[in-house]
């Protein structure tokens, strides 16, 4: 069975990705717009990871993977679904977005 992905501080998030993991938004296109997006992240949609983790995309499942969401209750199933795909190395933002910018993190408008 595949490990749980980590559910871990936007600070440690932050650090992950200033180590090399790839930072993943999940977010709605109306969601960055209102909110704010976060420079140098990847965007996906949650239903069509193969644009970014298959074919043609990050196939190495040893990338580090980070992935943030409105809530941790959008980027949990992502996060999940990326360990079922075996990747090996991933976590999601404890709180989603809103802790990130609340952390004083990078955004863009």
């Not at 990847?42 to 193969?50: F, G, H």
């Not at 199933?77 to 976590?91: Q, T």
């Amino acid at each position: 069975m595949p490990a749980e992905p980590a559910l871990i501080s936007p600070e440690d998030a932050a650090r992950r990705v200033s180590e090399g993991a790839v930072l993943i938004d999940v977010r709605s296109q109306a969601g960055r717009e209102a909110d704010g997006s976060v420079p140098g992240a990847l965007i996906t949609d949650r239903n069509d990871l193969d644009a970014r983790f298959g074919p043609g995309g990050i196939t190495d499942p040893d990338t580090p993977v980070v992935v943030i969401c409105g809530s941790v209750q959008g980027s949990r199933p992502v996060a999940e679904a990326l360990v079922e795909r075996g990747y090996s190395d991933v976590s999601h933002v404890e709180g989603g977005f809103p802790a990130w910018a609340a952390a004083g993190l990078p955004t863009a408008r």
